[in-house]
């Protein structure tokens, strides 16, 4: 088991260096110049040649790649990723104080996914070839194929204008999670439910089902006991990218709902073209979602005992 | 111990297949006499597996079978599951075939046979755990408590085939089904497995069916031997008789086709498959008649019964 | 095997859609783009069927027009992800050892990395349009490819018939090109259908937050995302090509549900008992 | 013909841990015509010296002569040619075809690979092998699915035959058939050794079988040779306290 932690700690660090040379890199293909943007912010609206050389200079533009990057991340480390071209805040500072926001609605995204998509999966492979199974085989296309930011429109029109249960935008309570959090789990609802229902289907062919049921255990039995276990095998090691998919997805419906996350911090970056917003959103998504895949491998190892055990390859 | 006989009538399994049902087993009737061992032996496709699988109704929702298997005054074809349940394990258990496959690999071996204990039996806690821990000891365990704590995949095929004997053994049961107990291993893990079955036998279920493609251990074990070939029973008789003096053509070549008595092959077949015996196309012995029409049971001496012409 | 009949209907239903999409031009009764100040936001009529939106374009033309450019897009993309991502795959579960392990690094740092984050990033950093959108949708996606084809070559490069090949003599790339992937494809083509269901969403997100294709295309994301304070007034403004959208996208899930179906009754079939 | 010195197999990680030796310095010889058969229990590297004789995985060490030319020396190209020399039969028969491919595009590739002739040539010569391992040709347009056990371990024969290989390596090659399949693989297996003149390597664990096909006899145990000798002579009278344990589990099951 600690071997097992070791080595997934020890691949997560190329991983994030990986994704920091791409938000480096993102940053400097970026259009425009640092320099006379840094000029414009202290207000030299037209600046000289020389005023710009001298910038680059103090900004430390004209050294080598590396050293930039390593500059860079030695600054990103200590929490410091520039400034907003907008209005001068520092933008780390920002996106942590907006993290929980996206953070919350990430996970309680993820909740309902593993609530339903089990829940139905395991119905569905209860009642496999039935019509139970067939509806809800519909529902679950039907949650997966749905643009989710049409979804969206859709469950502002009905839950806030017409029914006026859940506000419409912000976070002011609870409530303000509800309506997101579900468009935003919608797609991975499905593809967990057909996922969990397949995976539980074959468990229950294994021989050692058979066996199971050998010993004169009811299918319900067989079922609970042995089947679903294993069959959350592939579905945990899935839940990583489904996450990922959540974390991303949340700009879209933090834009459509008016969620302050750093996936809409971002957006509306790119609309005022701060492009450091967008370094920084992607270099944060990635450390999260990375620790988060981390924790779900570690899960992972709990649930398969052969895993725990031997540390085996998976 | 001992319990009741099972008697199958007219079994008959189908599978569905790309164009109709392919047939497993065609129109078996057959004693499992109790207090013995009856040896189920044929080659792969003979139908032997599902056979014994349909006594405990684990065939799968897509077989057919149609027939009657009584025992103990209940047909187990038509039986509720509720009823099934009872007997699965608790009267009748299974030793299935590929014991490392047969274990839950995310549960751990001792939780996996107190399940049994559970479910059939009024052992609980301390003395079942006891219980248990004796089962494996008989069986030949060293450590029998590490074992209970261990997963199947810590395990060697040879430990985990007794963890399964001992699991079918929990329930205290009055007949074992053994499913090719010896596929696939190797000449030492073979005998264990024989030492393990005959320990069985001896000790404590003297009614068990055993499934094997396996001459020689049929051979050793089975008071009364039938031999399946391609869904019909062609043959039955007292063990040593049949290996002793064998009747049917197809048991015939089977036994000559053994690796001790210089493996002369069954001829490949000579003629197209006809109406009539199953063997027909590869017979040696074949008649016209045998290629219109179904050869009967037939009698030749007491206790042996032939599916073949040659005895009519 | 035979095609099952409900899988005809959608291939049916898959053709209507491509087909209109490309005759468009032929087919769509006004010009996409043609601005008629005196028809504002018309219901349906005669002479518009699904009415006229804020700037008296015909609704209908537009959706006709709307489906050609991210269908397009979402096919080419995944086809180069497709292509990329089968032989970085194949290379690294073939050779295996140091390339692997290059490979798999690669990979797992674009794993790493959320999809619609890197999408968003690039999209707002090169500015939207379509270049922008093949790079972040082949970026996002070539690693499914790759991760699928990789296991895959190393589960048929454990068959004995693999060993057997080498032991005539048949060197790597004749093993790879006719051993390796004819037995792989089966399963990479489910994951294409299925990834080119997802390049499709994926176009019409980026295109409804302004990131994608930009107005006055005809697009449907763009639509949707013109239509969208317009709701009340004229629904049909977002039903319309959202619907559009659903309808291809559960059509492509689908067939890739049909196709896996197909591929799983074929190595089935070797059941006999 | 084929001569084996100090063959040599480790396994381990790269970063240490328990390094295993699969085959520890094994040596032997095999004549023109022979039949030498190798014994022990499952794992105890008699597969894999069958691999590294074939080359079809590397040796850490070692020679293997064939007609005097160290095949470990050559370079992969180099070895094409003696390829087609020495062929080999694998235990599972459903694996050892490619399931995408037909019966005939199987038995057609290793032709293909050596240029050998054109088309009509090279299907006249598949029939000429199928005729010898009772292959029927209707067999040619199905898929390795569609075969028996038996039927694909003939066409896996059929192919590894073609190239008119001096040397057969037979991996367990029957021992996951039915016991009437067998009889009849095998005494086709003694039928075509004779007719062409084979030296075979047989790897099996039934000790009946062995000792009806095979010359001489090696009985490995955890990666070595604790004896040889003529197939009789081992199994009689066997020396090695193993080979003993061996020969007496087989035969006496009490």
């Not at chain 3, 499709?200 to 005809?218: E, I, R």
């Not at chain 4, 040796?59 to 390829?83: A, C, K, Y």
């Not at chain 4, 075809?97 to 038995?107: A, G, I, Q, T």
Request: aromatic share 8%; proline share 4%.
């Amino acid at each position: 088991m600690i071997h097992y932690c070791i080595r997934k700690l020890l691949t997560m660090i190329p991983v994030l260096l990986g994704i920091s040379i791409v938000a480096f890199a993102l940053g400097k293909l970026s259009p425009g110049d640092p320099a006379i943007e840094a000029l414009r912010r202290i207000a030299v609206e037209d600046p000289t040649a020389e005023q710009i050389e001298a910038m680059r200079e103090e900004m430390g533009l004209l050294d080598p790649v590396p050293v930039q990057y390593g500059t860079w991340l030695k600054h990103a480390l200590s929490g410091d990723l520039g400034e907003s071209y907008l209005d001068g805040t520092p933008i780390g500072a920002e996106l942590l104080r907006r993290l929980p926001v996206t953070v919350r609605l990430s996970l309680l995204a993820l909740f309902w996914t593993l609530l339903f998509g089990l829940s139905g999966g395991i119905c569905m492979a209860w009642h496999q070839n039935s019509a139970a199974d067939k509806v809800l085989s519909g529902v679950a296309v039907f949650l997966l194929s749905i643009p989710g930011f049409w979804l969206a429109i859709f469950a502002i029109i009905l839950f806030s204008e017409i029914l006026h249960w859940l506000p419409t935008s912000g976070i002011d309570s609870w409530r303000s999670y509800l309506m997101p959090s579900l468009v935003l789990a919608a797609s991975n609802i499905g593809v967990t439910a057909r996922l969990t229902r397949g995976s539980l289907l074959k468990e229950m062919g294994q021989h050692y089902a058979l066996v199971a049921s050998s010993k004169g255990l009811s299918r319900r039995s067989v079922l609970t006991k042995h089947a679903f276990r294993n069959s959350l095998v592939p579905v945990v090691t899935l839940v990583g990218n489904y996450f990922g998919g959540i974390l991303g997805g949340s700009a879209i419906v933090e834009s459509i709902f008016a969620v302050p996350g750093i996936g809409k911090y971002a957006l509306d970056a790119i609309y005022t073209r701060d492009y450091l917003v967008i370094q920084g959103y992607v270099l944060f998504t990635g450390a999260t979602f990375v620790l988060v895949t981390l924790a779900i491998d570690l899960l992972y190892a709990v649930i398969n005992p052969k895993i725990r055990l031997e540390g085996g390859v998976r | 111990m001992g319990g009741e006989d099972i008697q199958i009538r007219h079994l008959t399994v189908k599978f569905p297949a790309r164009e109709g049902w392919s047939v497993a087993v065609d129109d078996i009737s057959l004693d499992l006499p109790s207090g013995q061992i009856t040896g189920l032996v044929g080659e792969s496709g003979s139908g032997k597996s599902v056979l014994g699988m349909s006594i405990l109704q684990l065939l799968g929702a897509s077989a057919k079978v149609e027939g009657e298997c009584w025992y103990e005054g209940k047909n187990l074809y038509r039986a509720k599951e509720k009823e099934l349940e009872k007997i699965r394990g608790g009267q009748i258990a299974l030793i299935p075939q590929n014991p490392n496959q047969s274990l839950n690999p995310t549960m751990r071996l001792g939780r996996q046979l107190r399940e049994v204990l559970r479910l059939h039996g009024n052992r609980t806690g301390e003395q079942g755990r006891q219980y248990v821990l004796d089962l494996l000891r008989e069986l030949g365990m060293d450590r029998p408590e590490q074992i209970g704590r261990s997963y199947s995949f810590e395990m060697s095929g040879g430990m985990n085939q007794r963890v399964v004997s001992a699991m079918g053994l929990c329930g205290e049961p009055q007949w074992m089904i053994a499913d090719e107990p010896t596929k696939g291993l190797d000449a030492v893990l073979r005998r264990q497995v024989y030492h393990v079955l005959k320990e069985i036998s001896e000790n404590r279920i003297r009614s068990m069916l055993l499934i094997t493609h396996d001459l020689q251990l049929a051979w050793k074990l089975c008071g009364r031997i039938c031999v399946l070939y391609s869904g019909v029973l062609v043959e039955q008789g007292g063990g040593s008789e049949l290996f002793r003096n064998p009747l049917h053509p197809y048991t015939r070549g089977l036994f000559e086709s053994l690796p001790a008595k210089g493996m002369h092959p069954i001829p490949a077949p000579v003629r197209e498959k006809g109406e009539g015996c199953m063997f027909y196309n590869r017979c040696p012995l074949a008649k016209e008649r045998c290629g219109r029409e179904r050869p009967g049971e037939y009698q030749p001496e007491q206790g042996r019964i032939v599916r073949c012409f040659l005895y009519a | 095997m035979r095609v099952r009949r409900s899988t005809w209907i959608l291939i049916g239903i898959l053709a209507i859609l491509v087909g209109v999409s490309m005759l468009a031009p032929v087919l769509a009764p006004y010009e996409p783009n043609a601005i008629d100040m005196s028809r504002i936001q018309e219901g349906p009529s005669a002479a518009h069927w699904l009415g006229t939106d804020n700037l008296g374009r015909d609704v209908l033309s537009r959706v006709m027009y709307g489906g050609r450019q991210s269908m397009l897009l979402a096919v080419i993309a995944t086809s180069c992800s497709l292509l990329l991502g089968m032989t970085v795959g194949v290379v690294a579960g073939y050779f295996g050892g140091f390339i692997d392990t290059c490979l798999t690094i690669v990979s797992n740092i674009f794993q790493g990395l959320p999809g619609t984050t890197l999408m968003i990033a690039i999209a707002g950093i090169m500015g939207g349009g379509i270049d922008s959108l093949l790079l972040s949708l082949v970026l996002t996606s070539w690693v499914s490819f790759s991760r699928l084809a990789r296991g895959e070559t190393m589960a048929v490069c454990g068959e004995n018939f693999i060993e057997g090949e080498r032991s005539v003599g048949a060197g790597s790339f004749r093993i790879i090109v006719r051993n390796v992937l004819p037995n792989i494809i089966g399963n990479l083509a489910v994951v294409f259908t299925t990834r080119v269901g997802r390049a499709v969403l994926s176009v019409a997100s980026l295109s409804f937050l302004g990131l994608g294709l930009q107005p006055p295309t005809p697009d449907w994301g763009v639509m949707i995302s013109d239509a969208r304070g317009m709701f009340r007034s004229s629904p049909l403004l977002v039903i319309a090509p959202g619907a559009c959208i659903f309808v291809l996208s559960m059509c492509v899930n689908l067939l890739g549900d049909a196709l896996r179906d197909y591929m799983d009754v074929r190595s089935d079939a070797g059941f006999d008992k | 013909m084929l001569e084996v010195r100090e063959l040599t197999k480790t396994y381990g990680s790269l970063f240490g841990g328990k390094r295993f030796t699969a085959v520890d310095h094994v040596s032997f010889s095999l004549a023109r015509g022979k039949t030498l058969g190798f014994a022990g229990k499952s794992g105890c590297g008699k597969s894999t010296v069958a691999r590294m004789v074939l080359r079809l995985i590397p040796s850490d060490g070692g020679e293997v002569l064939f007609h005097g030319t160290d095949l470990n020396r050559l370079s992969q190209r180099q070895l094409i040619p003696w390829r087609k020399r020495m062929q080999i039969v694998f235990q599972n028969p459903e694996g050892s075809l490619d399931p995408s491919r037909k019966v005939l595009d199987s038995l057609m590739s290793p032709l293909a690979v050596h240029r050998w002739g054109n088309r009509g040539e090279r299907l006249e010569r598949i029939e000429q092998m199928a005729s010898l391992t009772y292959l029927s040709t209707e067999l040619f347009s199905r898929y390795p699915h569609q075969l028996s056990g038996g039927e694909a371990q003939r066409v896996v024969l059929c192919r590894a035959l073609l190239l008119e290989p001096e040397l057969l390596v037979l991996d367990e090659a029957t021992s996951m058939l039915d016991m009437s399949v067998q009889a009849q693989t095998m005494s086709m297996l003694r039928e075509i050794r004779q007719k062409l003149g084979l030296t075979c390597i047989f790897i099996g664990h039934d000790l009946d079988v062995l000792r009806w096909f095979c010359d001489d006899l090696i009985v490995m145990h955890q990666g070595r040779i604790i004896e040889q000798g003529p197939v009789e002579e081992v199994l009689t009278h066997p020396k090695a306290e193993r080979t003993r344990a061996m020969v007496e589990s087989f035969y006496n099951w009490e």
